[in-house]
Nanobody
Framework: QLVESGGGSVQAGGSLRLSCAAS????????MGWFRQAPGKEREFVAA?????????AYADSVKGRFTISRDSAKNTVYLQMNSLKPEDTAAYYC?????????????????WGQGTQVTVSS
């Protein structure tokens, strides 16, 4: 089970940190990622991180330099630090797990999903 938290409403330029806690399963040996979905749009890839010690990451071009994904395996938790937020970042954000590659940017490639947390950025 994946449970997201940390969403909310902020003004443009602000920051939020999302958390994804995994229960019933360890995140020590599974790739983790974040997707988002705005109303009327398809779910899109945001960022992902490997389970290996290298902690290799991947980001969508739209968030590079603003968002940072990280993980704490001891806490079975993955984070998404979002800085310099823009109104176009407004969406429901979903935690995902289980893809074979962190460069898998399509939702069907990911096996497990959280219920989502809403992020709203006002101008």
């Amino acid at each position: 089970q994946l449970v997201e938290s940390g969403g909310g409403s902020v003004q443009a330029g602000g920051s939020l940190r999302l958390s994804c806690a995994a229960s019933g399963r360890t995140v020590k040996n599974i790739h983790m990622g974040w997707f988002r979905q705005a109303p009327g749009k398809e779910r899109e890839f945001v960022a992902a991180i490997t389970w290996t010690r290298s902690n290799t990451t991947a980001y969508a071009d739209s968030v590079k330099g603003r968002f940072t994904i990280s993980r704490d395996s001891a806490k079975n938790t993955v984070y998404l630090q979002m800085n310099s937020l823009k109104p176009e970042d407004t969406a429901a954000y979903y935690c995902a797990a289980g893809a074979r590659s962190i460069f898998s940017t399509t939702p069907p490639a990911w096996d497990y999903w959280g219920q989502g947390t809403q992020v709203t950025v006002s101008s």
